[in-house]
Nanobody
Framework: QVQLVESGGGSVQAGGSLRLSCAASGNTFSVNAMAWYRQAPGKQREYVARIWISGSSDYADSAKGRFTISRDNAKNVVYLQMNSLKPEDTAVYFC??????????WGKGTLVTVSS
């Protein structure tokens, strides 16, 4: 099993920045990729960004150019640096991990609120 704990959420004004962290523990040596998703009030959970063990990364169109995903393999932490935040970025942000042999895990989420 893998346990994921997010942190770094909070309230910020539009145009501001936040950095989210996701600390992984447990069977981390089997993690193939880690990702961030978000869920705004009344909406479905949506993909934000993913980073593979190789270091390759991918972003949703809404995140491209503003968000950066990175990882510290030694600490088993994944980060999401969010710049130029917009009110529509307001959501609960969830960390996700998928293991090389199939299982996926979710964190409990951290709330990001962006005011105009």
């Amino acid at each position: 099993q893998v346990q994921l704990v997010e942190s770094g959420g909070g309230s910020v004004q539009a145009g501001g920045s936040l950095r989210l962290s996701c600390a992984a523990s447990g069977n981390t040596f089997s993690v193939n990729a880690m990702a961030w998703y978000r869920q705004a009030p009344g909406k479905q959970r949506e993909y934000v960004a993913r980073i593979w063990i190789s270091g390759s990364s991918d972003y949703a169109d809404s995140a491209k150019g503003r968000f950066t995903i990175s990882r510290d393999n030694a600490k088993n932490v994944v980060y999401l640096q969010m710049n130029s935040l917009k009110p529509e970025d307001t959501a609960v942000y969830f960390c996700h991990a998928d293991l090389s042999y199939g299982p996926v895990y979710w964190g409990k989420g951290t709330l990001v609120t962006v005011s105009s």
